[in-house]
């Protein structure tokens, strides 16, 4: 069963807006993960975040992880029509495998 | 460097047959975990191998087995394959240790008539 969950399920920008999706998980973790995937494509990994770590920060990308909340959001900001994609979230618990979100589907209109 | 390659990118079986899905790592790591992803939904874990040893397992039934070879290469072999197998199998790689990053294949996509 999928631990994370997205939010939104879908999204839809403008080219240069800011772009944010959420993730909300079920139980402890050493880190999360946000990962990029291109239609029909492999996965892409984007950005982890430690669980003793708040903000992280890469290119346009920011995350943000509150265990107390146990959610995750990553922001994209300046949107282009290349990040069109599906994102998804994954924790690592300490058993040795990763549990993927639903995924949120954006798309950024040129 | 080559990334995770897999093979064959596209495979179509019948009910009931079984099927070999291969998988190369990144040189240098020793991490292989295996993934189902069904259209419209997130990668759900089938296995993680390491040094050739299980290392963690999901929710799949005893259909699905996999190995790791000595080279760190993979396989993943599905028996009495059933209709609801049909999904994209996606292979990753990392590096040993906690909090590295997996490094995804383009996945094999697997269609059961």
């Known amino acids: 069963s999928q631990q994370g969950e997205e939010d939104p399920q879908a999204l839809s920008i403008q080219e240069g807006e800011n772009a944010t999706m959420n993730c909300s998980y079920k139980?402890?973790?050493?880190?999360l993960q946000w990962y990029r995937q291109n239609s029909g494509r492999g996965l892409v990994h984007l950005i982890l975040?430690?669980?003793?770590?708040r903000e992280k920060h890469s290119g346009r990308l920011r995350v943000t992880l509150d265990t107390s909340k146990k959610s995750s959001s990553l922001l994209i900001t300046a949107s282009r029509a290349a990040d069109t994609a599906s994102y998804f979230c994954a924790t690592e618990g300490g058993t040795y495998k990763y549990i993927f979100g639903t995924g949120t589907r954006l798309k950024v209109l040129a | 460097d080559a990334g995770v390659t897999q093979s064959p990118t596209h495979l179509i079986k019948t009910r009931g047959q079984h099927v070999t899905l291969r998988c190369s790592p990144i040189?240098?790591?020793?991490?292989v975990s295996w993934y189902q992803q069904v259209l419209g939904q997130g990668p759900q874990f089938i296995f993680q191998y390491y040094e050739k040893e299980e290392r963690g397992r999901g929710n799949f039934p005893d259909r699905f087995s996999a190995r790791q070879f000595p080279n760190y290469s993979s396989e993943l072999n599905v028996n009495a394959l059933l209709l609801g197998d049909s999904a994209l199998y996606l292979c990753?790689?990392?590096?040993?240790?906690?909090?590295?990053?997996?490094?995804f294949g383009d996945g094999t996509r697997l269609s059961i008539l």
């Open positions: 975040i430690r669980s003793n770590e």
């Open positions: 139980t402890s973790i050493n880190n």
């Open positions: 040189s240098g790591h020793k991490s």
């Open positions: 990753a790689s990392s590096s040993q240790g906690y909090n590295q990053p997996q490094h």
